[in-house]
Structure formats: C-alpha cells, structure tokens
C-alpha cells in the first residue's frame, strides 16, 4: 500500500492483458485492488479518465489496439491532454521506438508523455514506472492539498483565498487546480513561493 | 396429236413450298422474329409470344403469338396471307392512322415463318366490328403425307399444292374484340431455355433502347418451363462493362447538329456544334469497349459478344438496319455502313463493329430522304444516305482518336521515340532509294559508292531500331509484371509488419508470465498463479507456432500470377478436395454460382481464402444437427459477388468486424490462433476487395459472409 493518504487511481488500457495477467496482478499486489483499474477498449478507458479528472490517475496507455471500434493509444493520450495536463500517462507499445513516426514522437514530448516503454520489457520496470508516476503526482501542490482535506476529514470550510469576486475554501482551490483554471495556477504558483519564503525567514522549518 | 388450241398451266407441289420458305427463314429465330414484325405492321401495342412443353419433343408442345393488332378480315386471309408472293406491303408503306408505323415485316414472309416454326398452325383473327373470329387451320404434316402416299400413284396432282384445302370456321367473338393469334403446334424443334434467350435478345434490339414508341409496342415472352421467361416483358438491355460512351443530339430550331471530336489534350470525346446536315437531324449513342472492357465484358456474358453487334439505324424507335435478320455467326452478318470494310483495307486502329454497341434515331418525318431499297437490304444509296453513313463513320473517328490515344499512352515515351525514329528511317531510307535510282544515271563512281554505303547503313539503323523497339516492348512488359508483384510485395510489408506486432506482443506476455513465475515462485500468496501461468504460456507458444508456420507457408507461394475461373477454383475445392471431409462431417454443401469470372492472381492464395472460410464453417457447425455449408456468386456492375454462408453457430454481433483482426478467435479451445480470417482479408484487400459479415443467409443460426472483387480497371 502506498502511504499517502489519498491514493492515485491506476488506469491500465490495454487489450492484450486481463485480470490474471502478471502486470495486473502485481499491481493490485502493490496498491489495491480497488486502485487499479483494467480496460480493453481504449474508448472504455478514456470515458474513464474523464469522468474522473477531479482525481490522482497515473495511466498506463497501449498504443495499438486490434478491434477497428477501439481509437489509437495515440488518439486516447491527445484526449486526454485536451482536458488535462495533470494526469500522468505512461505508453507502451510492442513496436520500436524507430517506429514511431515523427509526428508521433512530437506529440508524445510536446504534450508531456511521462514515460515510453516497450511491451516486451520486463513487467517490473513497467510497474517502476507506475511507482514513478504515482510518486510524482504526489509531489504535487494538489496533491497535498487533498491529503491535509483527507486528513482533516474535508471538514474546512474557511474561505482561504478572497478575490474580488469570489471566495474560496480549500477544496474549491483542490478543484481549480484541477480543472487548471487561473486561479488554481496562481494560487500553486503563490503557495510555492510563500513556502520558500516561510522556510528562508526561519519561520517554519520541515522536518 | 388433235389439233384444237390445249394450254399448259404451271403447278407446283407442296415441297415446292416448303423449298422456298427454307431459303428465305433459315432459322428459327428469324421465324418468330419476323412474325413479330408482322404485329408491329398490323398496329399491335402488345404482342405476347408464349412457349409451351417445347423442351421435349411432347405432344402437347406448342408456340403461340399473340397481338392485339388490326387483325384480317377473310378477305385479306384468302387475298393476301394465303397467296404466296403477295406485295400488299409495298403499295402502302405506312400501317393505318394513328399509329403511322413503317413496315418492317418482310412481304408475305408470315406462311414460310410458321412453317418453318411447327406442322400444325391455326391462325385465329378477328378485325375490330367483326362478329366472329376467323379460324383456319394449316397441317403441314398432311401435306406432307399426302405427297408421300400419292408417290407414284396415278392421282399425282393431288400432292399439289394449290390443290390442297384448308378448313376454316368461324367462333364467336365479342365485337370490340381484335388481333391475331397463331397458335403453331408439333413443333419442329426443341427450344431450351438458350434459345428462348437469344431470341429475348435478337427482339430485344427491335425497338430502339432510347427512342420512345407511340404509341406502344411491348413484346412478352411466356414460358411454362424456363423460369426466367415466365410473363417476361422485353426490355432493351442496359449497356454495361463499356469503357467510353457519347451521345449527341440537335437542336432543330438554332439548326445545330452535335457531332464528337476527340480533343487529344484531355483525351476526352468532346462535342462540336455544325449545322443540320443534308439528310436530316440524328440523335446517335455510341458504347465503346477497349480491350479491358471487352475482358470484363466477356468474363460477364461468358464470352458471348454477340450483343457487341456494331450501330444499328432505327426509324422511329423501330430497328431499320441491319433489318433484323437474324444471323448467328456474327461474321457473316451484313455490315451494311461499311464499319468493317474499312479494316480490310488496312486502316490502323480503325474500329470494328465488335467493339461498339450504336444507335442511330431517325424519323421518317425529319430524315425523310432516307429510304429503304426496294430490296430491303439496305437503303437507298441516294446522296444523304452516302452523307449520313460518312457521318456515322465521323462520330466512330472519334472513338477510334480514343484508340490510338489510349495504345500509346500505354507505351513509354521510349517506345514513342522509337517507334517516330523507326517512321524517319524509313522515310530516310525512300529518300536514298530514290536518290539511287537517280545515281545510277550518273557515273559518279565516289557518289554512287556513298550512296551505296548509305544505304547500307540506314538498313543497319532501322534493323537496331526494330530491334530496339521489340526489346523496348519486352522491358515494358517486364516493367509491368514488376509493377503486380511489387503491388503484393507492399501488401505483404505492411502485412508482415502486422505479423511482427502480433509476435512481439505474443513474445511479451510469454516473458511477462515467465517473470512472474521467476520472480515470485515459490510464494504461497500467488500460488493459483503458477499452474494458470504454465497453461497460458503453453496456449500462446501453440498460437506462435500457427503463425511461423503461416509465414512459412506464405514464403513458399511463389509469387506467380495466372488466370483462372473463379467457379472452377471453387467447385472443384468443395466438390473434390473437401469431400472426404464433408462427408465424414455429415456436411451437406450446395454451389450455385451464376456468371463466370477470369481472374489473374496467385492462385495458391486465392485458394487460401476458400480453405479458411471452409475450415471455420467446420467448426461453427460443430454441433449443429443438419449441417450446410452453401456458396453463390453473381457478378454485379462492377464486381464478382460470392456469399458464403453455414448455418453453424454463428457471430454475434459485436464481433462482426473484430473476427477480421489477428489472433482475434473464439475459437481458441478448437485449436483456432484467430489467423484465418485475418488472413482472407488481407488477400482481398490485396485484390482491391473485401469481406464482411452480412445477415445469415440461414435462420435461425448461422453466418454469411459476403466477398467482392472488383474488375480490374
């Protein structure tokens, strides 16, 4: 189990795998069974992702899939980023890199793959990762975020951010930062450099 | 010897006549044929010709024609159809008001017709007012008896002819009531269902296919034993499989007349606007096939091209030329414009009647200076006739462009420069030629040794270019043979890179299953994975093992390209090589394929696609009771069309499309790797075609799959 207190949903699309296969098994071995989620139809898959953007997701992507109804591993991950920058997305195909097209590979880097691996690797170093991904995401602001309200048990409703028009609470700025409003990024923005800020002027110190 | 005045009157016997009608109907054809003409000229709107027990030699056999025509008076049955040689058609050339109709019936034929056609006739008649109908009843076969028995008896004269009489009576008949019906019984010969057919054919070029007749003249055709003819209206047969097609028409009142030109910079047929010509406004539609269309035409039509059959002239929608006598040997048949002369002398790239299908409208109204000649074989040859032919032969020209055009974009611009370098050298060598003649009037040793040299050479030159231009040829053939296999080298790129996938995905789930095994054994938290583990690692070595020994296979076709009949490929695999195996499975099979159809292709992978469909019904009719298996195939405007069907298990409908993709099965404890029809797409799609699943043929279970292959354009 992973020790955060919110734990990051994985979403694994894949047509070649089912609930027995090897990857699978050891993935629900390492987070849980209720975390890890399996899809054979990559249009199945991104419907997922995208009734869930409020949540951590780590996705591990397929980039061919067989049935002529299912759309690329390619066309799922560029979905994906229309909506969002914030879910992690690991692609593995049984091609070559050599592959890939060069159209491919710019899509792939400009819009932020987080990582590219053959199938035919060993399932460890796929799940390594996964584990890479998982911990990155909770290296982030919002991440944080939604432990302190997990851990509070979301009881705060204390505007904390006050605009002109509008007042926030925690949660709210949770979703905003989310949805990657401008008020989400200002207020990541604001919290990281009042972080060093507090820790430079010897006012906090991390443990 | 008496002196009195005595006289001599000239008689003739029955076989006589029967002489006589040989030479003018010679076939069978030609006889329904023209008594069909005859209800054209007696104003019928509808004629029916109906065919009875004429498959066997019954005695219930009989033909009958039918119309709804003026009818005859007995007047006009004594007078006329009765007496032989009778010209009542030539003092009229028009039928009655308001039907205005040309005669196309040949004079006084109808009697030889039926006779030729059957030994009994009875001809019922009624006019329009009549009372009763007129019934009078001809047995050729007593005729026949009785110059047989009087053979050599003393009352010889009784096997004349004239003498012989036929009885007539009269049946009631409402008033309003009229036509003529002739019923002809012991017919003569057997009529199976392809000499019903062709002569659908030959009436159906009666009436022209675009010039509307008013009022009507429909032609029915009846038969109680050939299904395809059972109250069967003719219709002028859509013209498909042509390469290029033009029409062109006028516009009487800016007095413009279309005619085509072939405009060498698009390569199209484009039209000219000229005056109206001296013989009148045309309205003419011309089919070309070039050699591919008269493939494809051939693979439909089972290589017969009689219906390829040149222009033909029709004078208010009604067939004039080539006046509607029926030829079977369309080399013998007259070629009254001339179409085909033209080759023999020498014309290159001229077109001959066997590569168009035309029509050429006219009306007696707007071309009257078209006339036919007295003796109906031709026209008139009076100054617009010369014209309009030299007109015809003009649109054809156009065609002809096309021709040319076509055969030497076909060739390389090579080619081109060598075959116009072979056309200089030789004007070349004329020019030495005559330049020797002249030399040898001039003692001019050094002059007359150049030129001798000269001409040497040039020889040698257009002896090389000859040369050049035949191993030219050769390359371009080698060129395009290069092109087909290349054609299938790309599909079986993209196809291997396919298979390579496949086989790597394969490979990763075999190493990832063995990883768990290795990095986990023997840890009691996965034991119930282990066992699980080895069976699927085992299952996908067996599908692996499917697929090399599938490439391996592939490897082995050698790439070659022949021609075959699609129907004999598979007939002979069902019925042959699959019926030991259909037998031991209780399979009952059922080939109905209609049409023909030449394809060139591999055949081994052709074959291929037949074996894989045949080993999925297999398995699909595992537990089925009464086992099919059924294949039809019909060829469409542009495609072959084969439905394959079962009536096993069926597909469900989610998997109508994914069956297609590799090592996608549902078959997999029956040995199934989900190859097959993955396979006999690929081949299809390598040909242009396709596969899909459609609705089962057979209910309530079952599947049908439909294939086309397109005709190679």
């Known amino acids: 189990m992973s020790t955060e207190l919110v734990p990051t949903k994985i979403v694994v699309i894949h047509d070649d795998m089912d609930e027995n296969y090897p990857l699978i098994v050891m993935l629900r071995d390492k987070y849980s069974k209720e975390d890890v989620s399996l899809f054979k139809h990559s249009k199945e898959g991104l419907n997922f992702v995208l009734d869930n953007l409020g949540k951590k997701m780590v996705v591990l992507l397929d980039k061919n899939f067989k049935d002529k109804n299912d759309i690329s591993g390619l066309k799922v991950f560029e979905k994906i980023r229309e909506e969002t920058a914030l879910v992690f997305v690991v692609l593995i195909s049984a091609n070559n890199i050599a592959d890939f097209s060069e159209d491919e590979l710019k899509i792939l880097v400009n819009k932020d793959l987080f990582k590219l691996e053959k199938f035919t690797n060993d399932y460890t170093s796929i799940i390594g990762l996964i584990e890479e991904a998982v911990n990155s995401i909770d290296m982030r602001v919002d991440a944080a975020i939604e432990d302190w309200l997990m851990a509070n048990n979301l009881s705060e409703e204390r505007p904390i951010l006050i605009t002109e028009t509008h007042q926030y609470t925690l949660k709210q700025i949770l979703h905003e930062i989310r949805m990657e409003t401008s008020v989400g990024r200002d207020f990541v923005k604001k919290v990281n450099n009042l972080t060093i800020e507090l820790i430079m002027r010897n006012k906090e110190k991390i443990q | ?713």
């Open chain 2, 1 to 713: 010897m008496g002196k009195a005045k005595q006289s001599l009157k000239w008689r003739f016997d029955v076989n006589t006549f029967r002489l006589l009608g040989r030479d003018l109907i010679t076939d069978r054809i030609t006889a329904v044929y023209e008594l069909v003409k005859n209800c054209y000229d007696a104003n019928a709107t509808k004629v029916d010709v109906s065919f009875t027990d004429v498959t066997k030699l019954n005695e219930s056999r009989k033909i009958v024609i039918a119309d709804n025509g003026t009818g005859m008076s007995f007047d006009d049955i004594r007078d006329k159809w009765m007496v032989v040689g009778t010209n009542s058609k030539r003092t009229t050339l028009y039928s009655a008001p308001p039907f205005n109709r040309k005669f196309v019936g040949e004079k006084g034929i109808g009697r030889f017709a039926v006779d030729k056609l059957g030994e009994r006739v009875e001809i019922r008649t009624k006019e329009k007012g009549a009372k009763s109908w007129l019934c009078v009843k001809i047995n050729w076969d007593e005729y026949e008896q009785i110059a047989t028995s009087t053979l050599g008896s003393s009352a010889q004269q009784l096997s004349l002819f004239t003498e012989i009489e036929n009885h007539y009576f009269y049946e009631t008949g409402k008033e309003d009531e009229h036509g003529t019906i002739i019923t002809i019984s012991k017919v003569a010969e057997v009529w199976l269902g392809n000499d019903i057919d062709r002569l659908y054919k030959e009436l159906s070029k009666l009436v022209s296919p675009f010039y509307p007749i008013t009022p009507p003249f429909n032609i029915w055709i009846q038969s109680n034993e050939v299904s395809d003819f059972t109250n069967r209206q003719i219709k002028p047969e859509p013209i498909k499989y042509y390469s290029h097609h033009a029409e062109i028409t006028y516009d009487e009142a800016e007095n413009l007349q279309e005619t085509l030109i072939f405009n060498p910079l698009t390569g199209v047929i484009d039209k000219r606007k000229i005056s109206i010509r001296k013989f009148g406004p045309v309205k003419i539609k011309i089919f070309y096939f070039n050699e591919a269309a008269k493939k494809r035409y051939n693979a439909a039509y089972k290589n017969d091209d009689t219906r390829i059959d040149g222009i033909k002239i029709y004078r208010d929608g009604v067939v004039t030329t080539p006046f509607a006598e029926y030829e079977a040997h369309t080399d013998k048949r007259r070629d009254i414009l001339g179409i085909d002369k033209r080759r023999w002398r020498g014309t290159f790239d001229t077109i001959g009647t066997r590569e168009i299908i035309g029509v050429v409208d006219i009306t007696k109204e707007k071309n009257p200076l078209i006339v036919d000649a007295t003796n109906r074989q031709d026209f008139l040859a009076n100054e617009e006739y010369v014209l309009l032919k030299e007109f015809i032969l003009t649109q054809l020209k156009a065609f002809e462009d096309i021709k040319t055009f076509e055969r030497s974009s076909k060739r390389s611009i090579v080619e081109n420069e060598l075959i116009d370098a072979g056309k200089d050298i030789r004007g070349f060598e004329r020019e030495l030629e005559q330049l020797a003649t002249q030399a040898e009037t001039i003692e001019n040793p050094t002059f007359n040794r150049l030129v001798t040299t000269l001409r040497t050479r040039a020889k040698e030159t257009h002896a090389l270019i000859t040369k050049s231009i035949s191993e030219q040829k050769k390359y371009q053939k080698e060129v395009e043979r290069k092109e087909k296999v290349l054609y299938s080298l790309i599909s079986m790129q993209e196809y291997a890179s396919m298979i390579a996938h496949a086989v790597r995905t394969s490979i990763a789930k075999v190493k990832h299953l063995g990883e768990f095994i290795k990095e986990n054994y023997p840890n009691p938290k996965f034991g119930k994975y282990y066992s699980m583990y080895a069976v699927s690692i085992y299952n996908e070595m067996n599908t692996l093992i499917s697929v090399t020994d599938f490439m391996l296979s592939f490897a082995n076709i050698d790439g070659s390209f022949e021609e075959f009949d699609v129907v004999e490929l598979i007939t002979d695999l069902l019925e042959n090589q699959y019926e030991t195996l259909f037998h031991a499975e209780g399979i009952s099979f059922e080939i109905d394929i209609k049409d023909n159809f030449i394809i060139e292709t591999n055949k081994k992978a052709f074959q291929d696609i037949f074996q894989n469909l045949v080993s999925n019904s297999v398995k699909a009719l595992k537990d089925t009771t009464d086992k099919k298996i059924k294949c039809t195939g019909f060829l469409d405007t542009d495609k072959f069309v084969i439905y394959f069907s079962d009536n096993g298990y069926g597909i469900q409908q989610e998997d109508r499309e994914w069956i297609f993709g590799l090592f996608n099965t549902r078959t997999a404890e029956q040995g199934g790797a989900g190859m097959g029809l993955y396979i006999v797409n690929t081949i299809l799609k390598s040909l242009k075609g396709g596969i899909e699943v459609v609705e089962n043929e057979f209910k309530p279970t079952g599947a049908t799959f439909m294939i086309t292959i397109p005709f190679n354009k």
